[in-house]
Antibody, heavy 121, light 105 residues
Framework: EVQLVQSGAEIKKPGEPLKISCQGSGYNFATYWVAWVRQMPGKGLEWMGIIYPGDSDTRYSSDFEGQVTISVDKSINTAYLRWNTLKASDSAMYFC??????????????WGQGTLVTVSS | DIQVTQSPSSLSASIGDRVTITCRASQDVFQYLNWYQHKPGRAPKLLIFDTSELETGVPSRFSGNGSGTHFILTINGLQPEDFATYYCLQHSDLFTFGGGTRVDI
């Protein structure tokens, strides 16, 4: 089965680091970009950034560049989203997603189940 | 960065209604505009890609059209399962979501 499986919900304190994951299976992980999307409570979807597992080419939304780091370990078919210092405003649901086509940027047709991150003192 | 303005932000409709949602891009995105349905606690679902192509398994009451900077999602004959939030997404230059349209009763 083609799927993206994300790591579980996290409860963290402000200032703590965090890394969440997204593991792909059932397809050639290295040849499809993997994106991260944020949804803050009661708000809309926001594209954060995208990485190509084959060569780790990474692009960020200007709203998120410098705020998070996207990385990948293609040996275990897993992409990551990392924060060095969490803030309360990072509390959100985070989704990973894969484009339809491996040739480049395309509509996201495969999504992870989401990882809920709660940052509170 | 390309900005995408979606309207309306919310609407109320009844079963059987025809619903239209609009997205306007700040610059030409060609045909690279997609539509998603999102329900609470679930992953977004792709409905339409490349302006007007229906994703496999999506009912034909959903349709999309437009080009360049102006795009429309139409739901013909709203069904109970269609009450959700809808988003457009451009992928001409990186990616940008519209602000979303909540469709409720």
């Amino acid at each position: 089965e083609v799927q993206l499986v994300q790591s579980g919900a996290e409860i963290k304190k402000p200032g703590e680091p965090l890394k969440i994951s997204c593991q792909g299976s059932g397809y050639n992980f290295a040849t499809y970009w993997v994106a991260w999307v944020r949804q803050m409570p009661g708000k809309g979807l926001e594209w954060m950034g995208i990485i190509y597992p084959g060569d780790s080419d990474t692009r960020y939304s200007s709203d998120f560049e410098g705020q998070v780091t996207i990385s990948v370990d293609k040996s275990i078919n897993t992409a990551y989203l990392r924060w060095n210092t969490l803030k309360a405003s990072d509390s959100a649901m985070y989704f990973c997603a894969r484009p339809r086509d491996s040739s480049g940027f395309d509509a996201f047709d495969l999504w992870g189940q989401g990882t809920l991150v709660t940052v509170s003192s | 960065d390309i900005q995408v303005t979606q309207s309306p932000s919310s609407l109320s409709a009844s079963i059987g209604d025809r619903v239209t949602i609009t997205c306007r891009a700040s610059q030409d995105v060609f045909q690279y505009l997609n539509w998603y349905q999102h329900k609470p606690g679930r992953a977004p679902k792709l409905l339409i890609f490349d302006t007007s192509e229906l994703e496999t398994g999506v009912p034909s009451r959903f349709s999309g059209n437009g080009s360049g900077t102006h795009f429309i999602l139409t739901i013909n004959g709203l069904q109970p399962e269609d009450f959700a939030t809808y988003y457009c997404l451009q992928h001409s230059d990186l990616f940008t979501f519209g602000g979303g349209t909540r469709v409720d009763i």
